[in-house]
């Protein structure tokens, strides 16, 4: 989907062999649960309750150095939001902070060497009356080797 990981480090979108989890569902309905943040497809998304603190986080499949994160925002998006990294699930780490201006597939590169095994996209604003809808979530970069 996006070819400009080379210069990340050539890594691969690690978010595909994670697992989904979410502070909440729209209406609880299955076609909008997590794990469709993170199924490759941008025909699916996870939508979130009306409220501005929800969140959808990865769980990666092992440890990684994380590169970038790519955000597929849907119609519902978030007027500011953070991408969190942490290394279990409990302490985070705002890794950036984002006001996009419209609701597109957003970026996020990071510099440095940023090791995690969650990724997280925390909502603080919405930009709508809905809660938080994303077709895809890309978390990018290479696993780390114990």
Known sequence: ML?????????????????????????????????????????????SGYGDGEWVQVKLAAPAKVAAVSVAWEAACAAEYR???????????????????????????????RTATYVRMQGVKRRTDWGYSIYEMGIYGTPVNN
Request: proline share 1%; aromatic share 6%; hydrophobic share 35%.
């Open 83 to 113: 991408i969190q990294t942490s290394d279990d699930g409990v302490h985070w780490t705002t890794a950036a902070t984002r006001t996009p201006t419209a609701c597109a597939t957003d970026v996020i590169r990071f510099t440095g060497d």
């Open 3 to 47: 070819e400009l990981w080379d210069s990340a480090g050539g890594g691969e979108n690690l978010a595909l062999k994670g697992t989904a989890s979410a502070s909440s569902v729209e209406g609880d309905l299955d076609n909008l649960a997590a794990r469709y943040v993170n199924d490759g497809s941008t025909t699916s998304r996870w939508a």
